[in-house]
């Protein structure tokens, strides 16, 4: 079996807003023999979320109905779980199953719960079609990345809503786009960082470090890569990442001063957690 590798990412598609947690751990493995059909269950979020209870309480009673559907599936049969798909009104959870899956067990699952309203559908695809049109782009991947950093600055106590200065990393095909692009960045409020190095590709030999005062909340981070890289794909450019210094609370200030005198912290790098 391939290594599960979660990635959680939003699309625009057919004019509505999707937010997807894809395991790209099979991309290069799919589609998968033998199981040849797909599996979805779609929960009613909007039912549950006007049902008249709490928010906090709907949310923990979707979150225990979850934990129960996971162990019916397990009873029911082999399955690759490969996703799931949000949006205002649905969650929908997404598997690849054989012809042995025992849909009987989950069905009954679903059908004994009054609070959680869902269906199961089930479907040949032996292609793995959907689970294509479910995997990111390169720019979904980018997005990805970025819901991974900024997991991880507020796990490392970073408050993330204050601003500094963040550094994105540009690669360039000729040197001749990289200085063309120079004063369209300056116009959109990026500081061209002349003293900074970027590392070279062999097929983008030619760095630019740019940068600007910002937060780096997620919508913040996700806004910015997304023009850059909007802007790059006409320019035979590529983007290459960002980072900045993190902005630790007081306690977490506290915390890595003792890390620090019992062994060391590590220290971040570009695309891994910033310094």
């Known amino acids: ?82 996703g799931r798909l949000h949006t205002e009104s649905k969650l929908e959870f997404y598997y690849y199953v054989n012809e042995a899956f025992d849909e009987s067990t989950v069905r009954a699952h679903i059908n004994s719960q009054q609070d959680v309203r869902a269906q199961m559908y089930r479907k040949p695809d032996a292609e793995w079609e959907f689970y294509a ?28 809503n204050r601003e500094r200065t963040v550094y994105h990393w540009l690669l360039f095909r000729r040197n001749d786009d990289r200085v063309g692009i120079k004063r369209t960045l300056e116009s959109m409020g990026y500081r061209i960082e002349e003293g900074k190095k970027g590392d070279p590709e062999p097929d983008y030999p030619y760095p630019l470090v740019i940068s600007r005062t910002d937060d780096v909340r997620l919508d913040t981070l996700n806004r910015r890569v997304d023009e850059l890289y909007r802007l790059l794909k006409g320019s035979e450019g590529k983007y290459d990442g960002w980072g900045s210094a993190m902005q630790l609370s007081l306690s977490a200030r506290i915390r890595a001063a003792v890390r620090r005198v019992f062994g060391g912290a590590a220290n971040g790098k570009r695309n891994g957690l910033p310094k």
């Open 1 to 82: 079996m391939a290594e599960e590798d979660w990635g959680f990412f939003e699309r625009r598609a057919n004019g509505e807003h999707l937010r997807l947690l894809v395991n790209s751990g099979y991309k290069d493995a799919y589609p998968i023999q033998n199981y040849n059909e797909l599996v979805s269950i779609t929960v009613n979020v909007y039912r549950l979320s006007h049902s008249g209870k709490k928010k906090m309480d709907a949310i923990a009673e979707l979150e225990r109905w979850t934990a129960r559907l996971e162990g019916v599936m397990r009873t029911a049969g082999n399955y690759y779980y490969v």
């Open 133 to 160: 049109f479910m995997l990111p782009d390169d720019r979904e991947q980018l997005l990805i990345h970025n819901a991974q950093m900024v997991y991880a600055l507020a796990h490392h106590g970073d408050q993330i």
